[in-house]
Nanobody, 123 residues
Framework: VQLQASGGGLVQPGGSLRLSCTAS????????VAWFRQTPGKERGFVAA????????NYADSVKGRFTISRDNDKNTVYLQMNDLKPEDTAVYYC?????????????????WGRGTQVTVSS
């Protein structure tokens, strides 16, 4: 399955964005899905994940209460709603998928990756 993230852009602190990740070449209805982010010179870090069994979500402490991961299986799409954005949220955001039932924060547990989308939070 191929993943494509979109929806990034420039937003002021306190603003909101919704990222989308659309899958092609297969369905993600039975895949766990996740979002990671990366800034220059740093490793890719975990943001949020949604397990396909029971739809249990897991969030990084830095985004709890501000970000929400969700999915629309009919549209084969995963979303990341980001509210109350802060400058430290600036990064390239990547979506990922796994056929295992997981919400692991480790990049090693995620097999399929999409191209990233840039999010910049600045006044």
């Amino acid at each position: 399955v191929q993943l494509q993230a979109s929806g990034g852009g420039l937003v002021q602190p306190g603003g909101s964005l919704r990222l989308s990740c659309t899958a092609s070449g297969g369905t993600i209805s039975r895949s766990s899905v996740a979002w990671f982010r990366q800034t220059p010179g740093k490793e890719r870090g975990f943001v949020a994940a949604l397990r396909w069994v029971n739809s249990i979500a897991n969030y990084a402490d830095s985004v709890k209460g501000r970000f929400t991961i969700s999915r629309d299986n009919d549209k084969n799409t995963v979303y990341l709603q980001m509210n109350d954005l802060k400058p430290e949220d600036t990064a390239v955001y990547y979506c990922a998928a796994s056929i295992t039932s997981t919400t692991s924060p480790s990049t090693n547990q995620w097999r399929s990756w999409g191209r990233g989308t840039q999010v910049t939070v600045s006044s």
